[in-house]
């Protein structure tokens, strides 16, 4: 297999203008100024605005947006990540009220929790995670719930908190290919990221994982990196742009284009994906609300399969 088509590279001295396609609208409306409103008065956070989330606009806009959980300061330094790094605060014990309070102000069918890597705690930040689990679905029992978590350094138990909390879906990025993965994450391990994957499925849950292109890595590492995946059950994958945050973080080798996204979108589902989201915006919340649905991607793709054969 040959890699993938360089179509526009940046490096630490060169910046490279945006293509077309990354560019995205500016957040307005009322429902934006509606989630705005919440956020702040409850004193959340969300990885829309500490990630720098290119579709913030566009899902605030539609009344939602991914809470993130054990405040906004990590213990770890990804290289690609916008959200701070440093010694965390207190752990807040009222948060997972005020999180499912929130939730249930903004009357939304589908939420998403994510949060920061809290190594520091003897828990890893797994009770608060489970509290929060359950603090959402006892106050909106009718709304479906993505929790994005960390690796919880591959601690069973803590793992296995977050099975017994029962979201709808369970998500753990990759981010990258094995190669690039001390590089890229730091602290993280390629096949301890692939264990916790692992082990939500053998523990029942609809597993989803997310991985950016542009850093560095090859096609022939992308899909070996989805055959991973595919090996240790993982149901949803997104594949996105990675956008440089800071003059500090990675910086972009090269801009994807939209038709390669699509042929991996397509090379995804082949080997046995259920859900396939791929674009240049695509990140891991990115439609979040149709990834808990089984068969809703795959069926999709085989009628596209089918009509393009009529």
Not at 121 to 146: F, H, M, Q, R
Not at 194 to 204: C, I, P, Y
Request: charged share 25%.
């Amino acid at each position: 297999m040959q890699e993938l088509p360089v179509v526009a590279k940046a490096s630490p001295e060169s910046k490279v203008k945006k293509p077309d396609w990354l560019r995205v609208k500016l957040p307005i409306g009322e429902s934006y100024k509606h989630v705005r409103g919440l956020v702040d008065t409850h004193k959340l956070h969300t990885i829309c605005e500490s990630g720098n989330c290119p579709n913030m606009g566009e899902c605030w806009g539609e009344g939602t947006a991914t809470f993130m959980i054990l405040g906004n300061i990590c213990t770890r330094s990804c290289r690609f990540c916008a959200v701070a790094t440093g010694r965390p605060e207190a752990v807040d014990w009222d948060e997972p009220q005020r999180v499912a309070e929130a939730i249930h102000l903004m009357k939304v069918k589908h939420a998403v929790l994510t949060s920061v890597d809290r190594d520091e705690l003897k828990d890893g930040g797994s009770i608060i995670w489970y509290n929060t689990i359950k603090a959402v679905k006892n106050l909106n029992p009718g709304t479906t719930l993505e929790t994005l978590i960390p690796d919880f350094r591959g601690i069973a138990e803590q793992v296995q908190r977050i099975i017994e909390a029962a979201p709808e879906v369970v998500s753990h990025n990759m981010e990258t290919c094995e190669r690039m993965t001390k590089e890229v994450r730091v602290q993280a391990k390629y096949r301890r990221s692939l264990d916790v994957l692992r082990m939500l499925k053998e523990g029942g849950m609809r597993t989803k994982t997310g991985i950016m292109l542009g850093i560095g890595e090859t096609k022939e590492e992308i899909i070996q990196t989805m055959e991973d995946l595919v090996g240790v059950g993982t149901d949803v994958i997104t594949l996105g742009q990675y956008l440089q945050p800071t003059k500090k973080h990675l910086p972009v080798q090269r801009f994807v284009h939209p038709d390669e996204f699509a042929e991996l979108r397509e090379i995804g589902y082949r080997l046995g994906f259920d859900y396939v989201e791929s674009g240049p915006l695509v990140r891991s919340s990115y439609h979040s609300e149709k990834h808990v649905i089984p068969g809703y991607g795959r069926n999709k793709w085989e009628t596209e399969k089918q009509l393009a054969t009529v």
